[in-house]
């Protein structure tokens, strides 16, 4: 018999596979979801159609999101209202993730990647996060950017959000403060870090007057 608890574990993974789902699609039918959302537009016939896929390709996975209160109704009613497009309305996934357009997961070493790091008030994260998220949509950022949400993470080590802003290569120091000089055009002007990714992978972390950071501008 499946106990509640892994139920609800079920719906959880299922749903985070299905947004990642939904907003690859929408972006390869010409627009992002946040741009839906954002322009009031009325998309139930393509979150329809992304949906039946789903059922087809994840039929476990898309059956415990029906048995939720509200169905897939719900769902869409909750991307309508922000879910996965602004931080402080997120509650069913830990971060909000955007690509660049010319980003190609297929092509980036992971290692020698790395990312500035922006720490912000909660009352401020929805602003700072459309001006990084709109940026690197445009090309003008880094690879990717991605933010934390009102989801409470138990591994969050700050009691601010973060917001991540990633380069390609760590190494390409021209190209990680190009992205600072733009990132203080969007209204960071404060000192912020930037971490390496091998340090993450390392569980390297500023702990007790320790500094993991590369580069700080």
Do not use: C
Request: aromatic share 12%.
């Amino acid at each position: 018999m499946e106990e509640e608890g892994d139920t609800n574990t079920l719906a959880g993974a299922a749903y985070g596979i299905f947004e990642i789902l939904l907003n690859r699609e929408l972006t390869k039918r010409g627009k992002y979801l946040f741009e839906r959302v954002e322009e009031g537009e009325d998309f139930r016939e393509e979150f329809e159609e992304i949906f039946s896929g789903f059922e087809d390709e994840y039929p476990q996975l898309s059956q415990a999101l029906e048995e939720e209160p509200g169905g897939r109704d719900g769902i869409y009613n909750m991307l309508l209202e922000g879910e996965g497009v602004i931080p402080s309305r997120t509650t069913r996934m830990y971060w909000i993730l955007q690509d660049s357009p010319a980003f190609s997961p297929e092509e980036f070493d992971d290692e020698k990647g790395g990312k500035w790091l922006i720490f912000t008030e909660k009352e401020d994260m929805d602003d700072t996060w459309k001006k990084i998220r709109d940026a690197t949509a445009e090309g003008r950022l880094g690879i990717s950017a991605r933010v934390s949400t009102a989801k409470e993470n138990p591994e969050s080590r700050d009691d601010r959000a973060v917001i991540y802003v990633n380069t390609a290569d760590w190494e390409d120091e021209d190209d990680v403060m190009r992205i600072r000089e733009v990132l203080r055009e969007l209204g960071i002007g404060q000192r912020i870090g930037y971490k390496r990714n091998l340090e993450t992978y390392h569980g390297e972390y500023s702990e007790g007057g320790k500094k993991v950071t590369w580069y700080s501008a």
